[in-house]
């Protein structure tokens, strides 16, 4: 079992900043990709971005070039800075990580979400 711990979420104002973090618990299994969701209300979760533990990235393309994800492997710790925050981007965000159990099965893990809140 890996635990998610997020951190970093609130409210900003438009054009603001914020940075996420992910903490998961230690595993003897490798963690790859891990990721930040978000999920607004009354729409679907979307993926936002991604990371493989060889610094492969993914981005939405409402995000590509005003987000940033970055990994830090030593503590299974992913985070996702913001920047240029539009009303838009206000969603519960949700980490991901993807355990390799072995070479042919993997779970994949949720955080219990934080709040991003982009006022006009």
């Known amino acids: 079992q890996v635990q998610l711990v997020e951190s970093g979420g609130g409210l900003v104002q438009a054009g603001g900043s914020l940075r996420l973090s992910c903490a998961a618990s230690?595993?003897?299994?490798?963690?790859?990709?891990m990721g930040w969701y978000r999920q607004a209300p009354g729409k679907k979760r979307e993926l936002v971005a991604s990371?493989?533990?060889?610094?492969?990235?993914n981005y939405a393309s409402s995000v590509k070039g005003r987000f940033t994800i970055s990994r830090d492997n030593a503590k299974n710790t992913v985070y996702l800075q913001m920047n240029s925050l539009r009303p838009e981007d206000t969603a519960v965000y949700y980490c991901n990580a993807n355990v390799l159990i072995s070479t042919q099965r993997s779970m994949s893990y949720w955080g219990q979400g934080t709040q991003v809140t982009v006022s006009s």
């Open positions: 990371i493989t533990s060889g610094g492969i990235t």
């Open positions: 230690a595993t003897s299994f490798s963690i790859n990709p």
